[in-house]
């Protein structure tokens, strides 16, 4: 079992990775073999790079100090401090910065507060590299500066949903990012759910194509795409059984179906809400100002922007090692239910504002549409119930692909 509270096992990957002894399990031992394979692919890079971590905080006040001090607790800064360590270094070309962004959080003290102390504690420079730095959702929405129209109508952070956040710590990512070289900006989970020794394999794709610019993201998959690892309370799991052995795989397949069909640029990215995501600084900058989301659909909004922007070939899938942390984490049940559906009409809230008035679609695609948009919960319940009792013996996954008329019956 991978235990992101145990300090020893954290630093057991980093051990491995360097060829170090020990019998650590096959958790540890893929962990260890992400971050190798991405340390290498950083350090073949020939061209100097800055990379931006940032993350939204909101109660993460427990997850934030060591186990001696909460039952939860990862000591995540400091790891993931350590985690930055390690890749970067012996690499003179690379240096790395921090910015988390308290979303509201109403503990006392509040994250903000819990992490400026870890940060004057263990004496992180305030700018340059290795430097860790807060900032405060309520302050930008107070004074700026403006990131895009809708945001400077947020008035609360209680209209923010992590996306919010996140959205302020990338925009001042790049607002302060380095004058000169490539800056690559990424954004991942307050947990240590994703090892951040992972972050060359995302940085490569993205610097490793300055001749030719063609790739302006990379997006960590925790399943779906050969080498993603997904590891699980009982251990790590892999394609088909990452999703296959999924209690609620029928609303994920779905719910992919539904997005593959109705925003075909971003098809091929099949865990599109893995919050472990790079961009190049220069080409997400534009496409900051044009953010709308604030919740759960920020990710999707922003990945279309992106391949509006720069083309659906723009955006990178590279697999990762995902530890999946429920501890102090509100879920959805694995059971049909409102939140999944109001998942499949965010995605066709998501076409209706910025793929239909460019793109609309067509043939079964337009039939989909139709179904979707007048699918009451009644009918959703029923919908994944049926197609779940056709399961049996189907091997596909995230490519399939079922004809309307059939969805249609099933509803009925």
Same mark, same amino acid.
């Given at each position: 079992?991978?235990?992101?509270?145990?300090?020893?096992?954290?630093?057991?990957?980093?051990?491995?990775?360097?060829?170090?002894?020990?019998?650590?399990?096959?958790?540890?031992?893929?962990?260890?073999?992400?971050?190798?394979?991405?340390?290498?692919?950083?350090?073949?890079?020939?061209?100097?790079?800055?990379?931006?971590?940032?993350?939204?905080?909101?109660?993460?006040?427990?997850?934030?100090?060591?186990?001696?001090?909460?039952?939860?607790?990862?000591?995540?800064?400091?790891?993931?401090?350590?985690?930055?360590?390690?890749?970067?270094?012996?690499?003179?070309?690379?240096?790395?910065?921090?910015?988390?962004?308290?979303?509201?959080?109403?503990?006392?003290?509040?994250?903000?507060?819990?992490?400026?102390?870890?940060?004057?504690?263990?004496?992180?420079?305030?700018?340059?590299?290795?430097?860790?730095?807060?900032?405060?959702?309520?302050?930008?929405?107070?004074?700026?500066?403006?990131?895009?129209?809708?945001?400077?109508?947020?008035?609360?952070?209680?209209?923010?949903?992590?996306? *919010? #956040?996140?959205? !302020?710590?990338?925009?001042?990512?790049? /607002? %302060? =990012?380095?004058?000169? $070289?490539?800056?690559?900006?990424? &954004?991942?989970?307050?947990?240590?759910?994703?090892?951040?020794?992972?972050? *060359? #394999?995302?940085? !490569?794709?993205?610097?490793?194509?300055? /001749? %030719? =610019?063609?790739?302006? $993201?990379?997006?960590?998959?925790? &399943?779906?795409?050969?080498?993603?690892?997904?590891?699980?309370?009982?251990?790590?799991?892999?394609?088909?059984?990452?999703?296959?052995?999924?209690?609620?795989?029928?609303?994920?397949?779905?719910?992919?179906?539904?997005?593959?069909?109705?925003?075909?640029?971003?098809?091929?990215?099949?865990?599109?809400?893995?919050?472990?995501?790079?961009?190049?600084?220069?080409?997400?900058?534009?496409?900051?100002?044009?953010?709308?989301?604030?919740?759960?659909?920020?990710?999707?909004?922003?990945?279309?922007?992106?391949?509006?922007?720069?083309?659906?070939?723009?955006?990178?899938?590279?697999?990762?090692?995902?530890?999946?942390?429920?501890?102090?984490?509100?879920?959805?049940?694995?059971?049909?239910?409102?939140?999944?559906?109001?998942?499949?009409?965010?995605?066709?809230?998501?076409?209706?504002?910025?793929?239909?008035?460019?793109?609309?679609?067509?043939?079964?695609?337009?039939?989909?549409?139709?179904?979707?948009?007048?699918?009451?919960?009644?009918?959703?319940?029923?919908?994944?119930?049926?197609?779940?009792?056709?399961?049996?013996?189907?091997?596909?996954?995230?490519?399939?692909?079922?004809?309307?008329?059939?969805?249609?019956?099933?509803?009925?």
């Amino acid at each position: 079992m991978r235990d992101l509270t145990d300090s020893d096992q954290n630093e057991a990957v980093l051990t491995v990775a360097e060829g170090g002894a020990g019998d650590y399990g096959p958790a540890i031992a893929a962990e260890a073999a992400a971050v190798a394979r991405s340390r290498k692919r950083l350090s073949e890079l020939e061209t100097p790079v800055h990379l931006t971590v940032v993350w939204a905080m909101y109660g993460e006040t427990g997850r934030m100090v060591p186990r001696s001090d909460h039952p939860h607790g990862e000591d995540f800064v400091r790891a993931k401090v350590r985690q930055l360590d390690w890749l970067t270094a012996g690499l003179p070309g690379v240096t790395w910065s921090i910015i988390a962004c308290d979303d509201g959080c109403p503990d006392r003290p509040s994250s903000a507060e819990v992490m400026e102390r870890i940060v004057a504690a263990e004496g992180y420079p305030a700018t340059g590299h290795r430097s860790v730095r807060v900032v405060r959702l309520a302050d930008v929405l107070a004074s700026g500066p403006s990131i895009s129209p809708e945001f400077d109508r947020l008035t609360s952070t209680d209209q923010s949903r992590k996306g *919010g #956040s996140v959205l !302020a710590a990338l925009a001042e990512a790049v /607002r %302060t =990012g380095p004058g000169t $070289g490539r800056h690559v900006v990424a &954004y991942t989970d307050a947990d240590l759910s994703a090892n951040l020794a992972q972050l *060359g #394999s995302l940085v !490569a794709p993205i610097v490793g194509d300055e /001749r %030719t =610019g063609t790739t302006v $993201g990379a997006l960590g998959q925790r &399943y779906g795409v050969d080498g993603a690892v997904l590891v699980k309370p009982d251990g790590p799991t892999r394609e088909p059984e990452s999703t296959g052995g999924k209690a609620d795989k029928l609303i994920v397949l779905f719910r992919h179906y539904v997005r593959a069909l109705l925003v075909p640029s971003l098809a091929h990215v099949l865990d599109t809400q893995a919050g472990f995501k790079a961009f190049d600084a220069a080409a997400l900058r534009p496409v900051l100002s044009e953010m709308t989301s604030f919740n759960e659909t920020f990710d999707v909004e922003l990945l279309i922007h992106l391949a509006q922007r720069y083309g659906a070939d723009a955006l990178a899938v590279e697999p990762i090692v995902f530890t999946e942390d429920f501890a102090a984490t509100n879920f959805p049940s694995v059971d049909p239910g409102a939140r999944h559906l109001a998942m499949v009409r965010q995605v066709v809230d998501l076409y209706d504002r910025f793929v239909a008035p460019v793109d609309p679609v067509t043939g079964e695609a337009a039939e989909l549409l139709a179904l979707v948009r007048g699918l009451d919960l009644d009918g959703y319940v029923r919908l994944i119930e049926r197609l779940r009792a056709e399961d049996t013996g189907d091997p596909t996954l995230f490519d399939r692909r079922w004809p309307v008329a059939h969805l249609r019956a099933l509803t009925r």
